[in-house]
Each structure stands twice: as structure tokens, then as C-alpha cells.
């Protein structure tokens, strides 16, 4: 079946635009993850989701950032006024639905390139 | 922040030959598990192991987890070029909603050369 898909794959913005990215998960997995990966770093994480709730959103690094997933299914990753420490690489991963103290393996999508210039 | 940290950071071996890479970390975990990364771009899970295990192994890999030590290491044995990638550990401490929170290390670039 399909893997995870990311939209755009890459992204050039200028500074202080607002930028989305788009993440469609494996159907089926209504936990969904965003990771943050700047070069030569492991990914960071930013945002989980069960279903269309946001609950767990620790890991954004502050309230430019926002994700919604109004429908359980897609994401989408919203940064508003960009700076340019924002380039990375945004992942999205999904997995099967999590019980407490159990992990699923995640699958990640290839990424969103994101360049703010 | 980054939970633990790979080492060594780059490694170039032969094909055929055996590369082991070690994971540190900080914190309590759940389990722990080892991603691979080509090009930079999507990660693909290898193996998973849980707290209260010791060792694992899938085809070639090996994954070793000392809990009193906090570190893990992966083995992967008579490597091949296709093997050439990043590998990242990822500890687990579990959501109160159900989910899994990842945390990276920082990588180990694997070069396996013909």
C-alpha cells in the first residue's frame, strides 16, 4: 500500500511569508507526527497527534508554528512569518493507534525541504 | 534537544566487513529503536527494543540495550555498499495520550566502500 506522502517535497519562501505543508499518512493510522531535522541533526520533535486532536504539541518552538488535521487523516503544518532559522527538513510520520506504555513503530514520510531566504 | 548521542559520528569500513555503532542517552525509556536515513530525506524504521530486553536481532542487525549504562549499540554484520546511510537512535518515554515521542540521537554517517 502507499507510504506516507509530503507535499511540496521542496519549498523556498522568503522570509516572513506563511508557508503550509502538507501530510498525508498511512490510511488506517490515526496517530500522527511531526519532526523538525536541521542538517547534520537527528529529527526533533514538534507535534503528535491522535485523531484530529493535537495532544501532544511540546515541541513546537513557538506560536508562529501550528498544525491541524481537521478530519483524523491529513495534516497540514502551518509557519507563519518564516525566519530563516526555520529551514529544515519537516517530516511527518504516521503509526497504528498507540495504547499507553506500548510504541508502534513510525513511518516516516520523505520530507518537505523547506529553504527561507 | 537531542536525548542521546551516536558515536562514533562517521564510519567508513570494507564491504564484508562488521560496523557496530553506539547509542547514549539520558532519561528513563520504554524502548528504543534504530532508523536509518538515506540521502537526508525519510527515515525507515529497523528494529525496536523494549526496556526490559537485552538483545535483538533481525536478518543482519544486532541491537544490544543497557539500561544501567543508558547506551544501545547496533551491529549490522558483513556489510554491504548498499548499507551506506545514516543511522539514528530514537528512545521512547511514551505519551499519557498513547502516542510515542521519538527523541534522535544525533547519527552515525555509515560509509561501506567496495
Known amino acids: 500500500g502507499a507510504g506516507v506522502s509530503q507535499t511540496p517535497s521542496n519549498k523556498v519562501t522568503e522570509k516572513g511569508k506563511y508557508v503550509e505543508l502538507r501530510c498525508d499518512p498511512i490510511s488506517g493510522h490515526t496517530a500522527l507526527y511531526w519532526y523538525r531535522q536541521s542538517l547534520g541533526q537527528g529529527p526533533e520533535f514538534l507535534i503528535y497527534f491522535q485523531g484530529t486532536g493535537a495532544a501532544d504539541d511540546s515541541g513546537l518552538p513557538n506560536d508562529r508554528f501550528f498544525a491541524v488535521r481537521p478530519e483524523g487523516s491529513v495534516s497540514t503544518l502551518k509557519i507563519q512569518r518564516t525566519e530563516r532559522g526555520d529551514s529544515a527538513v519537516y517530516l511527518c510520520?504516521?503509526?497504528?493507534?498507540?495504547?499507553?506504555?506500548?510504541?508502534?513503530?513510525?513511518?516516516f514520510g520523505p520530507g518537505t525541504r523547506l529553504t527561507v531566504t | 534537544s537531542q536525548q542521546g548521542e551516536e558515536d562514533p559520528q562517521a564510519l567508513s569500513i570494507q564491504e564484508g566487513e562488521n560496523a557496530t555503532m553506539n547509542c547514549s542517552y539520558k532519561?528513563?525509556?520504554?524502548?528504543l529503536q534504530w532508523y536509518r536515513q538515506n540521502s537526508g530525506r525519510g527515515l525507515v524504521h529497523l528494529i525496536l527494543i523494549r526496556s526490559n530486553e537485552r538483545e535483538k536481532h533481525s536478518g543482519r542487525l544486532r541491537v544490544t540495550l543497557d539500561t544501567s549504562k543508558k547506551s544501545s549499540s547496533l551491529l549490522i554484520t558483513a556489510s554491504r555498499a548498499a548499507d551506506t546511510a545514516s543511522y539514528f537512535c530514537?528512545?521512547?518515554?511514551?505519551?499519557?495520550?498513547?502516542?510515542?515521542?521519538?527523541?534522535f540521537g544525533t547519527g552515525t554517517q555509515l560509509k561501506v566502500e567496495l
Open positions: 532519561t528513563s525509556i520504554n524502548n
Open positions: 510520520a504516521s503509526s497504528q493507534p498507540g495504547v499507553a506504555g506500548n510504541s508502534y513503530e513510525q513511518y
Open positions: 530514537a528512545t521512547d518515554a511514551g505519551l499519557t495520550g498513547g502516542g510515542n515521542k521519538l527523541t
